[in-house]
């Protein structure tokens, strides 16, 4: 008869806990805490293409600015940056924030469209950011920059307070399941961060596509202090923010799409 008492374990091997892969899972390694800020992104899969790998070399070294937990020196940043005939030597030009600029297509339409503006983009997906080099390259464009790194990191250590000009947040990820909410970027923590970070008068721009997304941007954005709605609810979409692919099928099949536009006090 077999005997019912269970063998001890050796000293050395590892506890049932210890042994089990989904328990191990939930734990991190040893003396490893867990991240608890949100990010402000998440990975994508996605190939970069062969022409986008050739924009990371040819253009990365000049467009693509290298994370340091330091502030920022827009001058040097954007010292190459060509300015329009008869702005030479002129003010400091303004400076504009995006976070997450996904293919670059708005990106570069708008910057084209303001040449005496300089851009700071944050984007990690690579494809992503080898695509806005590569229309860096085919429009001339000289007046952005790129960090492809966090944006929360970007603007706590490199973006002083009362540096920008604008903010520009499109299309942000809605995540639709309730219990995905709280990974949303626009949250009251990160709203008084870039509220900090604009000068007087600067603005943040936010559009989205989702209108239970675009209900809780506006909530938020009304209850930060030092920002100021310049509608009486939702903006009319400035004329320089172009529509996007998918913005445009959206529109043909009903669909809405939302504004805000609030300046800080």
């Not at 983009?121 to 390259?137: D, M, Q, Y």
């Not at 559009?207 to 009304?222: C, G, S």
């Not at 043909?252 to 799409?257: I, K, N």
Request: glycine share 8%; net charge positive; hydrophobic share 35%.
């Amino acid at each position: 008869m077999t005997d019912p008492t269970p063998t001890p374990l050796p000293q050395d091997s590892a506890s049932p806990a210890e042994a089990a892969p989904k328990d191990r899972r939930r734990l991190p390694p040893p003396g490893v805490e867990f991240p608890k800020t949100i990010k402000s992104f998440v990975k994508r899969a996605g190939r970069t293409t062969t022409g986008q790998a050739k924009a990371f070399e040819e253009f990365g070294p000049r467009f693509v600015l290298p994370y340091t937990p330091s502030a920022i020196n827009f001058e040097a940043a954007f010292a190459d940056s060509t300015r329009p005939e008869g702005q030479k030597g002129a003010e400091t030009p303004p400076v504009v924030l995006e976070i997450g600029f996904g293919m670059g297509d708005a990106t570069a339409h708008i910057a084209a469209l303001m040449p005496s503006t300089n851009f700071l983009c944050c984007e990690v997906h690579e494809p992503g950011v080898g695509a806005l080099l590569k229309r860096i390259g085919e429009q001339g464009l000289t007046n952005i920059r790129i960090l492809q790194h966090d944006a929360v990191e970007v603007i706590d250590h490199m973006l002083p307070e009362g540096s920008l000009d604008g903010i520009h947040i499109f299309f942000p990820d809605p995540w639709h399941k309730t219990k995905h909410h709280k990974r949303r970027l626009i949250q009251p923590l990160l709203v008084a961060k870039l509220a900090a970070r604009l000068k007087p008068g600067g603005y943040l721009h936010c559009a989205t596509d989702w209108e239970p997304y675009a209900q809780q941007m506006l909530e938020v954005l009304n209850a930060e202090p030092l920002l100021k709605n310049t509608a009486d609810g939702y903006a009319p979409k400035p004329d320089y923010r172009p529509l996007t692919k998918f913005e445009k099928r959206g529109l043909r099949l009903g669909h809405g799409v939302w504004d805000l536009v609030f300046v800080r006090k």
